[in-house]
């Protein structure tokens, strides 16, 4: 079976946010809430580079241990998802996520969370597909339809890729290879270290 | 099934009992009141005895507010915050628009809700401590006491556990036991939120007739 | 006119080839130090050892934004807190601790207390009061100091059984509820734990005005503490608070307001605090929380079925003499001394009580 993952290549990501929108557009988030986001670093510096971020749909993944009321799942393709009828807004997957994907709807003081939203790799949830309620509760569901996630399927400079896992490290690696030498000035040089694109 | 019967034929029996009960409790102390023929001559009116009782029966007097003070913060602290929550809550506000009043009016931000909710916990948990912990007002209360004060507890407990308006089991729960608290009502000293003021006036009427400043 | 013509051309032609070769010129100069740069790299690395260690073009990136080497803070146009981090280290620290440290060795520690208070009172039964009840009673709390101890104990448990249903209930009532029922469970508890747990504050506080004066160390506890506390049988003479009762006001200070402070952290996210504050609080939380519902165990046994007579002291304020003597008899000496200089100073006034004396119960 496909073990379904996004990756985000840095060298060609231009922080054009496009990822965000598509994905706030395609889900009909609630204010308040993003379930991607692109983080620059050392913006405006030599070295800037960035990188859009969502959740990694990790294999082991840490908010499912940590949840008191066991309400994620995984799905035979590899997507992370969780049950929002069964959540109840502790905030503990917020803690333990290294992504700091799991979102809360924009709290007010002395509020209390509501239900955690977070990427579902536009697969839905655990709602009967396509109907009303699933894409109120979690967005839209492309991966029934045969797409990939809209956010990757949009980026403009192929910089933001999502599918299956060893498609994906096929693509990068050719990548790397054809760039044959790094535009960093922080590696090494594949071309100089023998391997010819 | 528990649901409909919740949201549905309870909730009328429960409207029913309250307004009815309230009503003729009402009613009864009024037609009493009124078969009292005081055939002494006024010192004073007995119209500003009434009013000034209503007011002075909100603060304590000089004599005892030393060993009444919990009573009196804690008192303030539930009721203050009790009715904060029951007439400007958000849900509270809906719920009177959805089944009672048809309309909405202001309501509290979120954040003003919690305090409220917390200061008439802890002003209820305070006052009941003080029914049972001192000798004079546990002698002195009745099971119905008691009962009225658990019923309020439970109402604002489980309105406190429904406040993630998560499940529709929680609100019934919660909606039910407001139902059992409204039953409940009329029959017993839960009154005092109508009677205080006819009770105060009934006094200050005595007394002021007689011409002693209360 | 051809020749001159040719001429004519032949400069035009020489001047365009100018024009074009200084235009390329001044094109190609911005690379001439990428050139010269690449030729001396080349030279270099052809002197050098051939086989280089093959690194990923990214390493620094993945390093930087992995926070391996220093807190890499970035930033986002999707603004929130911590939004410019990429990668949260401590969410794995805070992981571990909850679900490998904080559940089996809290779940280990409560069950090891109650098995030995289990334990002990097999062996030793319940603690009777010596010779009896003397019909003597002793003022040993007052009002307020019981409220405020009541409160304490409701709203103390309030939090603790919601508090350790949200820890274990995964475990431990999913298989009874089904997920469905403890969801429900879950959501009530977490509802109550958040709205009432800032009165525990005002709990805190309370009892620490009103016990902290007889709770202070002194050398009498010392013996006490050598002694076992009489658990061993023996006596140890004690002033109105044994070294045992100080140590579990101080404990209940202690953890208490360092629950206190965490669970507002906890509570209000909304004052822009991190994960990191967040977790560390939550650590904070749990140890502090398991310290005391594992030791109030130990409280609610002596003050219960371990020792007879105390329960009273704490519901109707009043305790048996007998039970004074036995168990405090520094301070039930104290008090027979202040009683009997009451006593004379009475008698020396020998006028009728302008004043009532002060009961506890009016206090």
Redesign the interface.
Known sequence: MARMKFYCDAERCIECNGCVTACKNENEVPWGVNRRRVVTIKDGEPGERSLSVACMHCSDAPCAAVCPVDCFYTTDDGIVLHDKDTCIGCGYCFYACPFGAPQFPSSVAFASRGKMDKCTFCAGGPEETHSADEFTKYGSNRIAEGKLPLCAEMCSTKALLAGDADVLSDIYRKRVINRGASVLNWGVQYKKAGIDG | MFEQLVDGIFWNIALIVFFVGVTWRLITVLVLRSKRIDYSVARNSGVSGAIMANIRGFYPRKEVSG?IR?QVIAGYMFHLGFFVVLFFAAPHVKFIAQNITGFTYMTI???GF??A??IA??GL??LW??R?????TRLISKRSDHIATILVFVVM?TG?????E??S??RVLHRFSVELLMVYFPFSALMHAFMFIPSRAFTGVLLGRRGVNV | MTGIKDKKSARMRKAVYCCVLSLLFVLAAPLIPYVIDAHAEDVTSSKANKPVALQHPGINLWNDVRQRNEVTQGSSQVKGVDSGILINKTGEDWRRFRMEMLMPYGAYFMAAIVTAIVLFFLLRGKLRLPGGRSGELVCRFTLNQRTAHWFAVGIFWLLGITGLILLYGRFVLIPLLGADGFSITASACKEMHNLIGPLFLLAVLALLVLYIKDNFFNRDDITWITKGGGMFGGHVSAARFNAGEKTWFWLVMIFGFLLCITGLILDFSVFGQGREIMALSHVIHGISALILITVSFGHIYLGTIGVEGTLEGMTTGYVDANWAKSHHDLWYEEMSATAEEQQGIKQSVASSSTKPASSPAGD
Do not use: K
């Open positions: 060993r919990l931000p979120y954040w919690i305090v909710s917390e916990f802890a948990i305070l401590l003080h049972l912990l001192n000798p004079v407990l406190c556990m429904a406040l993630g998560a499940s089991e929680l």
